[in-house]
């Protein structure tokens, strides 16, 4: 009888500390959330990994003075006891694991992490070493290319490609799916030897002259206005004199881009030593600034090279500069392949840098984007009075075609009464659209919320009934996917590539502001036209994943190794 | 033994011109573009001088070559309409084929249109006009029916009974089958006397779609090999029911796959076989008493592979369009203006819903290449935006009437 009651103590004993341990497990993903929530993030890694210590510490004191409290020391609770503690031990541990990765994600990205779908593909293929030539990443990026090649080489990393990441230069980030380096040394021996000098084109013009040692690593190409004034002084010297003073006197081009251009040959003159020193079977180098780094390493490694074409100089400016475009065509020429992320920027490097077809492969982009799920409605009086809401978000410039999508608006609203134009962003041209508003009268009905933080933006789109984007020239369009990843109805300019990718959305040439009026009219006032679009691109949105896009890229590694 | 039946239906939509929201209220000219894709008069030229004229020469070459061979057809009012505005020639040339005695025209709906599903009356209105299209045409009087892209159920039939039919046409749908086979006589369920004919789809399609396919096992399709699979139905069915587009001879399958030669000698092949031949399909109902009574509770179409009515009706634009073209029945016929409601009927052409449906649209299939706009959904927005026209003249319409009622008073004083 006493026997039982000890034992049915002990057993209690035991649910007591395993329900502790539990709670511990709350308690450290109550901090998790916590973590993620304030963003505190290094903190909260530390402090994470202590307060997992600590509470693991207290529990198994709990069970240790428990057991000794109890006089039937029957073994197998003792074991029980200590299995009990190891796994509270081993969850710590995979916790603070976790808090550590989700800190990553939160310094880094600020986007959900891509979801890898299709993982069963993964040891069927071959292990792939990529030496990968980009500009930046995350969260030292000034634009999307860079986390288009965080998400990209992040997929490939799951897919069995083993990456090695160059940037320009040396920055604190952390990737833990690939390896990275930086274009900091440059071996003169090196770069001789392998005649790149009399090779490259531009390299060639300056031959022996080219005095690399003083340029290191001077600026980011992206820089502010502000922080450029400030190294301007520290920068000139550098470029006083040697290979770049002449070619920027020679070129006369302005300082900012030539700044540039000075880099991305530096940029390429350090990769030669990388190509060297690096085990890989393929070259990837992504956009223009890189395209000269993957020459080299081809030319150092003879290894393939393909050039990804994110945007062409033509889509960046409305008047292209040639220095630029020389690269570029330099680049997609000598690569071995091409990847264009859209069919409509396929068709531009055909039509810009006659480059085969057959030279040419599409990879579309993915969105690593997920809406919010708790949606709100917001803008509520608005909505009452039964307006409804029009929006447009970008860059205000030449290429992103506001000045159509005014016109066209002006045009909707004599037929439709009840909806507002909201126009989110900054740019070049805002002052001339307002301007144009104000003269077609529609003022009162067109908004100019300027630029908006994320939270701000994001209830704006959870308002919106359409969304327009009327760009003359989009490579992707990846703002466009992400509102109709949020269940708003799309009109896109034909002069995009996301149309190729949703295909329920509804298109427009960028110009014709007649028919743009006609399809915002009857996505307003025919709801289920709104309801269409949105039920039938929800399965294409969800399609759209960096998962996709990395096995396509496996595929052309294999396929240039196999030629 | 195997009797085969052929029936091909004719038909070509008014499609709707390009019509921007600005056009509503100024422009009631809904059916006439000079813009390739949409123009009715260069489409239908295409396809007179590819399918049509060709194919009608040809047949009666082979009735005449073979008196004992048998067609029918199913002439849509609009296509007639359509062939008597741009092509009168192609209303001889089937006038001839009439004149055989070797053909049979079945009965429709005068629009191709889906007025069974919204309104019987509707319904019985255009199988009317359609009866006295053919009567004024071809002096010939129907006797078996069959429903728009065969759209067919138990109700459908029983309504076709009692307005007189002694058959009907459906798909030979699997699911409604089952294990029985399409090559005999059945009975719709719920019916007295009407016999039912189902479309032996494998066969049908062997010709209509797979003909010209290299992936196919059987190609190239011959004569010689598709006679011999009709003679495998053999004491296992009485008929086989070829039923396709007419636009299969042409159009479909160009001329150059060989289609033309392979029709020309497909009736000496059939009949190398003693016991086959060929009937209509009022010749194989008056021959066969039905084997067995079949239930089509919902309905059942030869479209898709669903062969349901998801082709017209399975979006939220289709069902939106669907409902409020015949929405507007009762006010417009009560305007009475010939015009306006022949342009209401022209839009409930089935086609015009056909072409809003999005299944499979990302994929680029067979609604993609049938369809005239670059997407269902420019297909919708043009069409709501014409009925946005058709509300405002019935507005305009019945103004009209209550100004003529106050000025008449002052008509009769002065």
Redesign the interface.
């Known amino acids: 009888m006493d026997k039982k009651t000890s034992k049915e103590k002990i057993k209690e004993r035991v649910d007591n500390a395993k329900t502790r341990i539990k709670k511990v497990g709350d308690k450290i993903s109550n901090t998790r959330k916590l973590a993620k929530e304030k963003a505190l993030i290094r903190k909260t890694d530390s402090g994470a990994k202590k307060l997992v210590k600590k509470e693991t510490k207290q529990t198994q004191k709990i069970l240790k003075t428990e057991a000794k409290k109890n006089n039937t020391k029957t073994t197998g609770i003792k074991k029980r006891i200590s299995e009990a503690s190891k796994t509270a031990a081993n969850r710590a541990k995979n916790i603070s694991h976790t808090v550590r990765k989700i800190s990553h994600n939160i310094t880094h990205r600020h986007r959900k992490p891509v979801q890898n779908n299709n993982s069963q593909n993964s040891p069927e293929t071959d292990e792939q070493k990529v030496l990968m030539f980009g500009w930046e990443l995350p969260p030292f990026n000034s634009g999307g290319l860079g986390v288009a090649c965080y998400d990209l080489a992040d997929a490939l990393s799951k897919q069995n490609a083993n990456i090695t990441f160059v940037l320009p230069k040396r920055q604190e980030i952390s990737t833990p799916f690939m390896k990275l380096a930086f274009a900091e040394e440059i071996d003169e021996e090196l770069l001789k030897k392998s005649g790149l000098f009399g090779r490259f084109g531009r390299f060639g013009r300056f031959g022996a002259n080219f005095n690399i040692e003083e340029i290191d690593s001077p600026l980011s190409p992206y820089l502010t206005a502000e922080e450029y004034e400030l190294r301007k002084d520290e920068y000139l010297k550098l470029f006083s004199k040697g290979f770049f003073a002449r070619l920027f006197s020679k070129r006369g081009m302005d300082q900012f881009s030539s700044d540039m251009i000075g880099e991305v040959y530096r940029y390429a003159a350090a990769a030669a030593k990388i190509a060297k020193t690096t085990d890989f079977d393929v070259i990837h180098a992504h956009d223009w600034l890189s395209f000269p780094a993957g020459i080299t390493a081809k030319k150092i490694s003879k290894k393939p090279f393909i050039a990804q074409v994110h945007a062409l100089e033509q889509d960046r400016s409305p008047s292209p500069n040639p220095a630029i475009v020389e690269i570029e065509k330099e680049g997609l020429e000598k690569a071995d392949k091409v990847i264009a992320i859209s069919h409509y920027v396929k068709n531009r490097i055909m039509q810009f840098y006659h480059i085969p077809e057959n030279k040419i492969e599409v990879v579309h982009n993915g969105s690593g984007f997920i809406a919010p799920k708790d949606a709100k409605l917001h803008l509520k009086e608005l909505k009452k009075n039964g307006q409804k809401i029009v929006l447009s978000a970008g860059r205000i410039t030449y290429q992103k075609g506001i000045d159509y999508l005014v016109t066209a608006a002006a045009?909707?609203m004599v037929?439709d009464k009840n909806f507002i134009l909201v126009i989110v962003g900054s740019g070049d041209m805002r002052h001339q659209i307002i301007q144009q508003a104000a003269s077609l009268g529609i003022s009162d009905r067109v908004f100019f919320p300027g630029f908006l933080r994320s939270k701000e933006l994001e209830k704006l789109y959870q308002a919106a009934d359409l969304f327009v984007m009327p760009s003359v020239s989009e490579p992707f369009g990846l703002v466009a996917a992400e509102a109709a990843a949020r269940g708003i109805p799309i009109i896109i300019s034909k002069q995009s590539g996301i149309g190729e990718v949703i295909?329920?959305s509804?298109?427009v040439d960028f110009w014709d502001v007649?028919?743009l009026?006609?399809?915002i009219?009857?996505v307003l006032?025919?709801?289920?036209?709104r309801?269409?679009?949105i039920?039938?691109s929800a399965?294409?949105v969800s399609n759209c994943t960096w998962d996709h896009s990395a096995t396509k890229c496996m595929k052309i590694y294999q396929n240039l190794q196999a030629a | 033994m195997p009797k085969i039946c052929f029936y091909f239906q004719v038909h070509q939509p008014y499609r709707v011109k390009r019509y921007?929201?600005?056009q509503v209220g100024n422009d009631h000219n809904y059916f006439n573009t000079d813009e390739d894709r949409l123009s009715n008069k260069k489409i239908f030229h295409k396809v007179a001088n590819k399918c049509y004229l060709p194919t009608n020469a040809l047949f009666l070459k082979l009735l005449q070559r073979h008196p004992e061979m048998k067609i029918s057809y199913s002439l849509s009012g609009v296509f007639l309409e359509q062939a008597e505005e741009y092509y009168p020639e192609v209303i001889e040339s089937f006038q001839k084929l009439v004149a055989t005695g070797q053909v049979e025209l079945l009965q429709e709906t005068y629009f191709h249109s889906l007025s069974f599903l919204y309104s019987k009356k509707e319904f019985h209105h255009q199988v009317g006009m359609h009866a006295k299209k053919l009567d004024a045409l071809f002096g010939y009087k129907p006797k078996v029916f069959r429903n728009t892209e065969l759209i067919f159920s138990n109700d459908l039939a029983k309504e076709i009974e009692e307005m007189g039919y002694i058959g009907i046409l459906a798909e030979g749908a699997d699911h409604i089958l089952d294990w029985r086979s399409p090559n005999f006589v059945y009975h719709p369920k719920g019916t007295k006397s009407i016999k039912l004919l189902l479309k032996n789809y494998r066969l049908s399609d062997d010709i209509a779609f797979r003909f010209s396919s290299k992936q196919w096992s059987d190609y190239p399709l011959t004569a010689d090999k598709f006679a011999h699979w009709v003679n495998q139905v053999n004491g296992n069915g009485h008929l086989v029911n070829l039923f396709m587009d007419y636009e299969t001879f042409g159009e479909h399958q160009w001329e150059d796959t060989g289609i033309f030669n392979f029709l020309e000698h497909l009736p000496q092949a059939i009949l190398k076989h003693p016991d086959n031949g060929f009937l209509t399909p009022s010749e194989a109902i008056e021959r066969h008493e039905s084997t067995a009574e079949l239930d089509f509770p919902h309905f059942v179409s030869w479209a898709d592979t669903e062969r349901d009515l998801s082709a017209w009706l399975s979006?939220?634009?289709q069902?939106?369009a669907l409902a409020k073209i015949y929405s507007l029945e009762k006010k417009i016929l009560e305007t009475g203006d010939e015009k306006l409601i022949h342009d209401w009927r022209k839009l409930q052409t089935s086609d015009h819903f056909y072409y809003m449906c999005?299944k499979w649209?990302?994929d680029g299939d067979v609604h993609k290449y049938f369809n005239p706009y670059?997407?269902?959904?420019e297909a919708?927005?043009n069409f709501?935006?014409i009925l946005a026209d058709v509300k405002l003249r019935i507005k305009d319409h019945n103004k009209n009437i209550k100004t003529k009622v106050k000025v008449k008073p002052i008509l009769l004083s002065s």
């Open positions: 045009k909707a037929y295909n329920h509804l298109k007649d028919e009026a006609n399809k009219t009857a006032h025919h709801k289920t036209l309801d269409t679009l039920d039938e399965a294409e | 921007p929201i600005f979006n939220h634009i069902v939106d999005t649209f990302s670059e997407s269902p959904y919708f927005i709501m935006n």
